[in-house]
């Protein structure tokens, strides 16, 4: 199984708004609502903002959103600010007890 | 609060075998299944392998099937991953984390532990 499929960069304005997509197949983003998004800043470990398709882990701002339309996630980050400048990763379970991850992000605040 | 830290990791030459090590503390390590994710340097994330809470079940990545172990020991609240004729395209960071009440979230990531392969 091929990785999902994110755009390489993505930016915005400080106040803007930014939004990553991730396309997938109906195997993995379209079969199952267990789409999730990790940020990861240079050096550091990932650290999950979204899963189960829009659920927002606790501490995680409410600028922090997701959805999904048939085989496409999309995490949108609202009210930009320079800490949301990151690698961004989203992940879906494939079905068959596996996991797949897009190719990640670069968010680049303006 | 929730604490991963991996340990083990260290140059390797292609076709040796080394064993990771993920400590856990600050929740009920026996009741959470956990997952190894790696990252090649510069490029994205993947997934290796996953164990359940109570070790029964491991399921793995098609690149390391067959090479690769995962194993835990509830007692010492430790992840394992057993690693054999290791490549060079195994070099990365290898992280553990935390898979959510349904397995298949990360909610939580150690600080990882970088396994070149080289000769």
């Known amino acids: 199984q091929s990785a999902l499929t994110q755009p390489p960069s993505a930016s915005g304005s400080p106040g803007q708004s930014a939004t990553i997509s991730c396309t997938g197949t109906?195997?993995?983003?379209?079969?199952?609502?267990?789409v999730s998004w990790y940020q990861q800043h240079p050096g550091k470990a990932p650290k999950l903002v979204i899963y189960?398709?829009?659920m927002r882990p606790s501490g995680v701002s409410d600028r922090f959103s997701g959805s999904k339309s048939g085989n496409t996630a999309s995490l949108t980050v609202s009210g930009l600010q320079a800490e949301d400048e990151a690698d961004y990763y989203c992940?879906?379970?494939?079905?068959?007890?596996?996991?797949?991850f897009g190719g990640g992000t670069k968010l680049t605040v303006l | 609060q929730v604490q991963l830290v991996e340990s083990g990791g260290g140059v390797v030459q292609p076709g040796r075998s080394l064993r990771l090590s993920c400590a856990a503390s600050g929740f009920i390590f026996s009741s959470h299944a956990i997952h190894w994710v790696r990252q090649a340097p510069g490029k994205g994330l993947e997934w290796v392998a996953v164990?359940?809470?109570?070790?029964?079940?491991?399921h793995y990545g098609d690149s390391v099937k067959g090479r690769f172990t995962i194993s835990r020991d509830n007692s010492k609240n430790t992840l394992y991953l057993e690693m054999n004729d290791l490549r060079v395209e195994d070099t990365a960071v290898y992280y553990c984390?935390?898979?959510?009440?349904?397995?298949?979230?990360?909610?939580?990531w150690g600080q990882g532990t970088l396994v070149p392969v080289s000769s």
């Open positions: 189960e398709v829009n």
């Open positions: 992940g879906s379970f494939a079905g068959n007890n596996n996991f797949l």
């Open positions: 164990i359940s809470y109570d070790g029964t079940y491991k």
């Open positions: 109906s195997s993995d983003v379209g079969g199952y609502n267990y």
């Open positions: 984390a935390r898979g959510s009440r349904l397995w298949w979230t990360f909610d939580s």
